[in-house]
């Protein structure tokens, strides 16, 4: 079946930091979106679907928490509704709550993989279940992390979340190649957020420096001597999704600005 002349993406998280960024970047690249975040997100999403529709682009707005399958599955089917198709998923939405190995609970981990892993498999899920059912292919894509290629302090539970993101991707690739789906994650490290913030303000607290330390710590590793804004990741997501890059799938590609080198 050809494409329609149009896209639709979906992005979850995309109230705010980078899914917000990828949001207004694939608006001016061309799509037309389905924004997803929770509930209490909703003020939020529903300006940046404003943002959107500014932008000359199409939004429909639906409140979706990842962690739920139907929750997952009605935005999928929702996009589809408003907007006539799914050509692009981009499960965005995650966490990064800090805490030192010894303080991992079995409730903590199990947070993490519910919304971090979890949804992640549904939102490939449902989308690929689509595009299938379209027959003109897809690109399922997804927020991984450097945490996600190599530990980092204070985010042993994030990074076995995200290293199983990346597991998760290639099985999803292996598996879908045959249908035209490819699936791919991308790798920030700091990303200049509220999430960052967090990590920031709870890494100091624990090694008793200031605010600010370990951002500044993390821009001096980078040979381009700064932290990356949330449209440094959306550029990258934006050629992801778009037709140049048909022919990479399997892989977890790197915005790090170079601290992490592999
Ligand atoms: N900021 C960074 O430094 C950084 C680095 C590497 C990877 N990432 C990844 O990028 C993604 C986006 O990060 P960010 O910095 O924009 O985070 P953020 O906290 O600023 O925004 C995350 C968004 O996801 C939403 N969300 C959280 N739980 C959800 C759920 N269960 N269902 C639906 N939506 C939910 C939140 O409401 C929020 O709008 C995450 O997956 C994160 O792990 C971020």
């Known amino acids: 079946m050809p494409a329609p002349a149009r896209r639709v993406a979906i992005v979850t998280g995309a109230a705010q930091g980078i899914g917000r960024a990828i949001a207004l970047r694939l608006a001016k690249d061309g799509f037309d979106l389905a924004l997803a975040d929770l509930q209490s997100s909703r003020g939020k999403l529903d300006a940046v679907g404003a943002e959107v529709r500014a932008l000359g682009g199409a939004s429909v707005e639906i409140e979706c928490d990842v962690r739920s399958e139907a929750d997952v599955y009605a935005l999928v089917e929702g996009a589809v509704a408003a907007l006539g198709g799914l050509d692009v998923m981009i499960a965005n939405a995650g966490i990064a709550p800090t805490k030192m190995f ?44 450097i945490s996600g290629i190599t530990a980092t302090e204070g985010q042993s539970a994030y990074c076995a979340s995200k290293f199983a993101v990346r597991a998760l991707n290639q099985g999803a690739a292996i598996e879908l190649g045959k249908h035209g789906i490819t699936a791919n994650v991308y790798c920030p490290g700091p990303v200049m957020t509220d999430m960052w913030a967090a990590i920031d303000k709870d890494m100091t607290r624990e090694h008793g420096e200031s605010e600010g330390t370990l951002s500044a710590a993390m821009a001096a590793r980078s040979p381009l001597g700064r932290n990356a804004e949330p ?30 080198m592999s």
């Open 102 to 145: 010894l303080d991992n609970t079995t409730e903590f981990l199990d947070t993490m993989y519910q919304i971090n892993v979890r949804g992640v498999m549904y939102c490939y899920q449902a989308a690929a279940k689509r595009m299938i059912a379209q027959g003109r292919g897809g690109k399922l894509i997804a927020a991984c992390s």
């Open 231 to 260: 449209e440094d990741i959306a550029n990258l997501v934006s050629f992801l999704a778009g037709p140049d890059s048909g022919y990479i799938t399997a892989q977890a590609i790197q915005a790090s600005g170079g601290i992490w």
